[in-house]
């Protein structure tokens, strides 16, 4: 297992024990995985809300109403260093490496943050240049962004609650790139591909899909439990589902899109994969 601290700096919703706000007890515990599944289907969004208000800090977890009440100079200089830390020093290899790659090409596109949370990848993103539109399913996840963004002086930049997969519909369809920093792989595969299908009608051919998630030697490394188990063991109490993804499995999510490989990488010691994929038709 990764330490908590290289998980926090990653960003991801990892397991992260003695936060400023625990993670509440798994709310569908009680389900049996046929049964957490068919929820999930039947209204995602309302299954992964309950966990998805926490967002990770340099070395706990945090509520993002709890952030909303420091005042605007806390909040940037808690932001800041969490960023810093983050990408530098030894997590440069965990999170720094992509934001050098990505700073450049990202600069002038139009770029869909899909799960967006604290915005640690898509505030730096505005900042070297990029149009960015922050996607998420909780509101004070939003509002932390619009605060921080206005503190920044960022105008380069929107901001979008997803409600329901209806509520996708009415996002801009000319996105250059969807980039999905491990948001797509805490819901089973058959709810994912339902949202992948909406979010690609705002993809035109020749976009670009992004994505982190965790690779398949890692689920099996670590038990090759039940992904309605799985979740806690890599994101914390209260996480309800995760998936690991392959380039084959991702592919077949996006279907009937389909895809060129422009990056298929494991890294840091095959803890996460990362895919950079060009829509062809």
């Known amino acids: 297992m990764l330490s908590r601290k290289i998980y926090a700096m990653l960003g991801l919703r990892s397991a992260v024990s003695g936060g400023r706000k625990p993670s509440p007890v798994h709310p569908y515990a009680h389900l049996s995985e046929n049964e957490l599944r068919a929820l999930f289907l039947q209204d995602p969004f309302s299954v992964l809300r ?7 800090g340099a070395s706990d977890r945090y509520s993002t109403q709890s952030l909303l009440a420091m005042s605007d100079d806390d909040l940037l200089r ?15 290899s965990v999170r720094g490496w992509y934001h050098l790659l990505y700073r450049d090409v990202l600069k002038g596109k139009r770029v869909m943050d899909v799960g967006s949370g604290l ?27 619009r605060r921080l963004c206005r503190i920044k002086g960022l105008s380069n930049v929107g901001y979008y609650l997803l409600t329901d997969y209806s509520s996708i519909d009415s996002l801009p369809s000319d996105f250059d790139v969807i980039w999905c ?80 490989q422009v990056l298929a990488i494991d890294f840091h010691s095959h803890d996460f994969n990362w895919f950079d994929l060009i829509r062809r038709s």
């Open 50 to 56: 309950k966990k998805w208000s926490e967002v990770p």
């Open 78 to 92: 808690n932001w800041e260093s969490n960023r810093h830390a983050a990408v530098t020093g030894a997590n440069f």
């Open 119 to 145: 915005g640690m990848d898509g505030i730096t993103f505005a900042e070297n240049g990029a149009q960015i539109t922050f996607v998420d399913i909780v509101d004070s996840n939003l509002e932390v962004l």
């Open 181 to 260: 920093q491990g948001s797509m792989i805490n819901a089973p595969f058959e709810a994912m591909r339902v949202e992948a299908a909406a979010l690609l009608k705002h993809l035109p051919v020749g976009g670009r899909w992004i994505e982190l998630a965790y690779p398949k030697v890692r689920w099996e490394r670590e038990g090759r439990l039940p992904f309605s188990v799985w979740g806690e063991h890599t994101d914390g109490p209260g996480t309800p589902w995760m998936e690991w993804y392959d380039t084959e499995k991702l592919l077949a999510r996006l279907q009937p899109a389909t895809f060129e």
